[in-house]
């Protein structure tokens, strides 16, 4: 009896294991097994190609890690981003948050394509985003975290919902936070999440405002240090060289530390929505300091609030659909 009862208990724990490890969604789970019996090599696949793009750039595990932060913020994780217009699709690719700058599309066009020959129809394009961008933070020198999966993918886009729920670098504080609020993320995560920051760039026009008197009261933004902003003077005219990039963390651009957060301790935020984490709001300076202070402790934040934010709104069940081509659904 003892050992038929002590059975059904590992039963019943291998039963729920998938929920027991899981983050329930509107209408569904995901969990980090999701493609273990119909897709057991997905994991490498994104990791093999991933690694190959960021070797030979290493500015696409900022790029990869970037589409996944824009996808979520609109309509929820769901690939939504990747659809080029087609019909009635208007691309979120041309929306002022993404054009010009969105990239990195062709190397998840090259992860699907794998992906298809291994498990034809299987891997959503939801999910590969964030593996994707698991991989390129790992690449980098960051944090791991196991990713919950089973997102499926829109049969949509919103250019209007891509202009307005993605936090802008001249948003304030308080519209940044609440953009973040609307899609159940805390300032905790707000600030942990800004600190992927420390890899990649930003164009002169994302924050020519704070080098001159572009500020609304006639000066220029004294919370830079100003022979830092000297510096950035000299690539980013008043006008011309919108497209001039810099890096968004000029100690370590290419390494995910924590020297963003210490960039902005010395009033070195390239952008402004990246210094108000420690000019306007209390809580807000404290996480940066403790972070600034604790590269352990920033990265397991980090993580955490990766996979919050890979929960928003996935579509699941047999809701959306498993797009053969990220780029179009699969009626067109």
């Known amino acids: 009896m003892a050992l038929s009862m002590s059975f059904l208990m590992v039963f019943s724990f291998l039963a729920c294991a998938p929920l027991c490890f899981s983050h329930k969604s509107n209408g569904g789970y995901l969990y980090p097994q999701f493609y273990d019996h119909s897709c057991p090599r997905a994991q490498e696949i994104v990791k093999s190609v991933v690694a190959k793009a960021v070797a030979r750039e290493a500015r696409m595990a900022a790029s990869l890690l970037r589409l996944h932060f824009h996808d979520c913020f609109v309509k929820g994780c769901d690939a939504s981003l990747l659809l080029d217009s087609s019909g009635s699709i208007i691309s979120e690719k041309r929306s002022v948050p993404n054009r010009n700058s969105a990239r990195g599309f062709e190397v998840l066009d090259e992860i699907k394509s794998a992906l298809e020959k291994e498990c034809p129809h299987t891997v959503s394009c939801a999910d590969i985003l964030a593996l994707a961008a698991r991989d390129s933070t790992v690449l980098t020198g960051g944090p791991s975290w196991v990713v919950p999966l089973g997102r ?19 948003n304030t504080f308080q519209t940044i936070l609440t953009k973040f609020k609307l899609k159940g993320l805390d300032i905790v995560d707000l600030v942990a999440l800004s600190g992927s920051h420390t890899i990649g760039n930003a164009r002169c026009t994302s924050f020519r405002q704070r080098l001159y008197n572009q500020s609304g009261n006639g000066q220029p933004d004294y919370t830079l240090d100003q022979s830092y902003a000297a510096q950035l003077r000299s690539r980013c005219p008043r006008s011309g060289g919108d497209q001039n990039l810099f890096f968004l963390d000029f100690v370590s651009p290419t390494k995910f530390d924590n020297n963003y957060f210490k960039n902005i301790l010395a009033s070195k935020g390239l952008l402004s929505s990246d210094q108000i984490l420690f000019t306007m709001n209390g809580v807000s300076m404290e996480l940066v300091k403790k972070y600034a202070e604790n590269n352990g402790i920033f990265f397991e934040q980090f993580a955490k609030s990766m996979v919050k934010m890979g929960n928003i709104t996935p579509l699941t069940g047999s809701r959306g659909e498993i797009r053969k081509n990220c780029r179009r659904i699969n009626s067109s």
């Open 152 to 170: 499926r993918d829109s049969k949509g886009a919103s250019l209007s919902g891509s202009n307005n729920n993605i936090p802008a670098p001249n």
